[in-house]
């Protein structure tokens, strides 16, 4: 079993930054893919971004402005948001799994509000 919980969601203007962190409990957090997703109001859950041992992948939304990384050693994962415009405003969720395509365990998510 696997907890996670995310921090550093807020409120920032168009062209911000945010740094989200999500903490993972467990003693194999290196041994799981580790993932961003979104969810906006009235809309379907957005895939994000997603880090395995040695590769990142960025939803095209995305590509060039978030970067996702890891620190074993703190079991936790960022996801570094630059240039933030208002349609990246949503719920912001982590996610740990054996695969990309199969994340089995979800935080509670971080608010992110980003003002025009």
């Known amino acids: 079993q696997v907890q996670l919980v995310e921090s550093g969601g807020g409120l920032v203007q168009a062209g911000g930054s945010l740094r989200l962190s999500c903490a993972a409990s467990g003693r194999t957090f290196s041994n799981y893919v580790m993932g961003w997703f979104r969810q906006a109001p009235g809309k379907e859950r957005e895939y994000v971004s997603a880090?395995?041992?040695?590769?990142?992948y960025y939803a095209d939304s995305v590509k060039g402005r978030f970067t996702i990384s890891r620190d074993n050693s703190k079991n936790t994962v960022y996801l570094q948001m630059n240039s933030l415009k208002p349609e990246d405003t949503a719920v912001y969720s982590c996610a740990a799994g054996p695969a990309v395509n199969s994340f089995r365990y979800w935080g509670q998510g971080t608010q992110v509000t980003v003002s025009s």
């Open positions: 880090i395995n041992p040695t590769n990142t």
